[in-house]
T-cell receptor
Framework: AQSVTQLGSHVSVSEGALVLLRCNYS??????LFWYVQYPNQGLQLLLK??????LVKGINGFEAEFKKSETSFHLTKPSAHMRDAAEYFC????????????FGTGTQLKVEL | EAGVTQSPTHLIKTRGQQATLRCSPI?????VYWYQQALGLGLQFLLW???????NRGNFPPRFSGRQFPNYSSELNVNALELEDSALYLC?????????????FGEGSWLTVV
């Protein structure tokens, strides 16, 4: 079964600092990988996805993630944090060719401080 | 283009009652997914419908059921409500024809059981 592990349930950064949210996956073959963001009292918004093209994926709001097969990782980064980035971020995995069911990590709450 | 829409936004029910939540997918999407986001339990997969058929089911009791209509909209029914059913229920949709590996979420329906 596929799974993702998000290291750090809470991450705090200063405004303008680098954001790094960690995600490691477990799968026998490289899966599809996603990052979603959830702002307070809202649904999930897709930030970016990896499906097999370029390993460095650029998403919305200045976020990007790099797929590293050797490390089974898909960490999310942003060079400079903004107050509006404060939200909960979820890494998710779905199987290739086996249906679209997403399996989510436990989420990382990002806090941005002045 | 309208995104995934869900109704009602909020619903309060008494223990033992039934709740019905509704979802309209993005136009052209044939797959609908339901997830439960309960406090402290993360995002749990409930159900997946495609072309009117149930394709996959998460680890939930039979009192959680649903269906997909010919216009691809869906409803989730929860019978014999229990207090622990209180959660945000998220609906999502995708399309095999337009890149079925990407799943888009609605804003969710908050169910409170008292």
């Amino acid at each position: 079964a596929q799974s993702v592990t998000q290291l750090g349930s809470h991450v705090s950064v200063s405004e303008g600092a680098l954001v790094l949210l960690r995600c490691n996956y477990s799968s026998s073959v490289p899966p599809y990988l996603f990052w979603y963001v959830q702002y307070p009292n809202q649904g999930l918004q897709l930030l970016l996805k990896y499906t097999s093209a370029a390993t460095l994926v650029k998403g919305i709001n200045g976020f990007e993630a790099e797929f590293k097969k050797s490390e089974t990782s898909f960490h999310l980064t942003k060079p400079s944090a903004h107050m509006r980035d404060a939200a909960e971020y979820f890494c998710a995995v779905s199987p290739r060719g086996g249906g679209n069911k997403l399996t989510f990590g436990t989420g990382t709450q990002l806090k941005v401080e002045l | 283009e309208a995104g995934v829409t869900q109704s009602p936004t909020h619903l309060i029910k008494t223990r033992g009652q039934q709740a019905t939540l509704r979802c309209s997918p993005i136009s052209g999407h044939t797959s609908v997914y339901w997830y439960q986001q309960a406090l402290g339990l993360g995002l749990q997969f409930l159900l997946w419908y495609d072309e009117g058929e149930e394709r996959n089911r998460g680890n939930f009791p039979p009192r959680f059921s649903g269906r997909q209509f010919p216009n691809y909209s869906s409803e989730l029914n929860v019978n014999a409500l229990e207090l622990e059913d209180s959660a945000l229920y998220l609906c999502a949709s995708s399309s095999i024809r337009t890149g079925g590996n990407t799943i888009y979420f609605g804003e969710g329906s908050w169910l409170t059981v008292v």
